[in-house]
């Protein structure tokens, strides 16, 4: 599921980027520690299907919490009720991918899903047991630009997408092509183009936001 990938938020931590209230620790739409294991070709491809297991399991779990007895819906339908995919652990090698997860849940997605408000995501109010509080969910992007990332290595690729996740200003990273040297990602963003190049170069990536289509590397590519 390529868009596994696109919300994996590699290397991204739960503190001091979400600072979730105390009240949402037991937010049925928020699963922490949800295992994501696979084993493929290569380790991007290991890594997408790992998080797209990961999102079924949490998926359950969720329903579970919710009182609803159902599995999964399929994989597309699935892909639009996850808000986030956070990256709590993980170890990579050539063909396999073991990490440990956070997966955020939208509201409206899981209500439409449901049938009935979950979190405040349908007309109505919030969902009873909620005490009336809205559940504290990832901002979603409001904008998108699409961006040509120079790669070089796998784990350079690693630390560029974990460097851009980790600016706060970019919520997923689509990939939509990738050979050996270069990926053409999209990227989701939570602000300004201008206010993104600016946090994104504060990490010590190199960005050339003056075309259509970015540059981004790791600083003095």
Not at 126 to 139: C, E, K, Q, R, S
Request: hydrophobic content about 50%.
């Amino acid at each position: 599921m390529r868009a596994a990938l696109r919300r994996g938020l590699l290397g991204l931590m739960l503190t001091g980027v979400f600072c979730l209230p105390l009240a949402a620790q037991d937010n049925p739409l928020v699963q922490r520690g949800v295992p994501a294991e696979a084993t493929a070709a290569n380790a991007v491809a290991a890594r997408e299907l790992a998080q797209a297991s990961a999102a079924r399991i949490a998926f359950q779990r969720m329903a579970e919490a919710l009182g609803e007895s159902r599995s999964a819906p399929p994989a597309s339908q699935l892909d639009s009720m996850v808000a986030a995919i956070i990256i709590e652990e993980e170890r990579t090698t050539a063909t396999r991918y073991i990490g440990r997860v956070t997966v955020q849940f939208s509201p409206g997605a899981v209500s439409a899903a449901l049938g009935r408000s979950v979190g405040g995501g349908m007309a109505g109010g919030p969902a009873p047991g909620t005490g009336g509080l809205a559940l504290n969910i990832p901002m979603a992007a409001t904008s998108t630009i699409e961006a040509e990332a120079v790669l070089g290595s796998l784990p350079a690729w690693l630390e560029l997408r974990r460097r851009m996740m980790q600016s706060g200003s970019v919520v997923s990273v689509e990939v939509l092509a990738m050979n050996m040297d270069t990926a053409r990602v999209r990227l989701g963003l939570r602000s300004l183009p201008v206010e993104a190049a600016s946090s994104l170069s504060a990490m010590g990536l190199f960005v050339d936001s003056g075309g259509p289509v970015w540059q981004v590397g790791l600083g003095g590519r």
